[in-house]
């Protein structure tokens, strides 16, 4: 849509939330060892609201992001950018899986 609108000055951004506490969260009955459990999920280990992406969404219609267009801004503390807690590699298991470009034909 980015590119089938950007000609006509349309800019095309989502937000993508994660797993916030919203008001309707709450009136489902999530229990505090459920709210801690989502938080241990995300890398910045805090539990986001619906104004978390509210901003975000506010940020997208600014003059500051007139020249973004075609985002998926995902909104989740971090959860889409890898898990939490995972554990680093060993350099060795990292050599292992680097390409080798001298072997390349380019």
């Not at 470009?101 to 380019?106: C, D, E, P, Q, V």
């Amino acid at each position: 849509m980015a590119a089938q609108h950007g000609p006509e000055n349309i800019r095309v951004n989502c937000v993508a939330p994660g797993m916030v506490y919203t008001p309707m969260v709450r009136g489902r009955g999530l229990s505090d060892e459920m709210r801690k459990a989502r938080v241990g999920q995300n890398l910045m280990k805090t539990e986001g609201d619906a104004w978390d992406i509210g901003y975000a969404i506010r940020f997208t219609c600014s003059r500051e992001a007139r020249w973004i267009t075609g985002l998926i801004m995902p909104v989740d503390a971090g959860t889409t950018a890898g898990k939490a807690g995972r554990p680093a590699l060993k350099a060795d298991t990292l050599a292992e899986t680097n390409f080798d470009a001298s072997n390349s034909k380019l």
